[in-house]
């Protein structure tokens, strides 16, 4: 399986290039597909849905709709994409009614907010194939039990609380790549940081301690005295009040904060802007964006995941090889499938925007990578404890600002 990952990744190189496009339907003619391809993809018409953002957010929505977009056009499928009118479950299982009404048939939604939508929607369809981006099972129980879940996943069966015979969900080992985040930067000499999380759910938190252990890490490789600034905005964006939290922060002497959680990157963006300070990106290489329209050269690095060659992954898997058999029903953690060559991973630091230096090249990248890949390196995935604990460096924990 690790091989057919690797192999799935390299195969999404080619579509990454690709453009934001029209919110149309849309289904390419060209010569991509071959012949015996098309007629085997005629049957299938493919829709994402946003969670509560949109295709231009240079995030979940954007690399899933490119992703979706470039593979669709390469192989002749139909596909189009929904926003729904507000941020609940009953406005997110409105547009999978809508598609599967227009004659979708595989529908792919990112992000753990379609957790609901997958235990309310996917019995009703159970010819309808759904393909959920960073949907761990902890997600889904929470979505049903409510207030009787224990937010321990092992304790309860996920399958008995939603139709999984049509859903494949795939989530991703956050710590790793935000281990490595945090030690390239002390590695590349901040050592007065934060860690500004959008939610404390567990993706966020992952990333977090992640970042934790390996500025952790590499404070005790280095001897450096770091500091990190710790906390949670409690929204998936950015506003004033977040702004002026950040202001206190680079204020007092942070140099770089890792902004994780959706939008909230632009109050941090904001802040670092008035004191030329540096952030770190997550989920996708954000360097475009916040570099573009906040200061050049601003974004160290970002923990990214590999959601577009998931996507590209799935749909090959569906659509061209009717091999939907083999996926369905599994909620599968993504993560490192190489050793030898980091961009070939499910997460990852971007190769070519990360501000590499004497501190840390690329060199010394591949060489950490491969030390994870081992095993000599051992992250920890543990996010039971309130807040994240290190050895080597100081934790200024400060709960949630709003």
Known sequence: MKKFFALALALVMTFTLVACGSSGSTAASGSAAASGSAAATSDYKVAMITDYGDITDQSFNQTTYEACKAFCEANSVNFTYYKPAGDSTADRVAMVDKAVADGYNVIVMPGYAFAGTIVEAAANYPDVKFVALDVA????????????????????KVTDYYNSGNVYCAVYQEELCGYMAGYAAVKLGYTQLGFLGGMAVPAVMRYGYGFVQGADAAAAETGATVTMN??????????????????????????????????????????????????????????GIIDNQY?????????????????????????????WDSYKGQIQTLGLVSGDDPTQNYVQIPMDTTQWGQGFSQDDYKAL?????????????D??????????????FQGNIK
């Open 137 to 156: 099972a902890g997600d889904i129980l929470s979505a049903a039990l409510g207030d009787k879940y224990d937010y321990n996943p092992d304790n309860w």
């Open 230 to 287: 710790y906390a949670y905005a409690n929204q998936f964006k950015g506003d004033a009040d977040i702004t002026a939290a950040m202001d206190t922060w680079y204020a007092a002497g942070t140099k770089c904060v890792f902004a994780c959680g959706g939008g909230v990157y632009t109050s941090v963006a904001e802040a670092a802007a008035k004191v030329d300070g540096k952030i770190i990106g997550v989920d996708v290489d954000q360097s």
């Open 295 to 323: 200061g050049s050269k601003m974004t160290v690095t970002s923990a990214m995941k590999g959601l577009a060659a998931t996507v590209n992954t799935l749909l090959t898997e569906i659509i061209l090889n009717d091999n």
């Open 369 to 381: 990578v491969g030390k994870m890949f081992d095993g000599t390196i051992k992250v920890s995935n």
């Open 383 to 396: 996010i039971s404890a309130a807040q994240p604990t290190a050895t080597n460096i100081t934790i200024n």
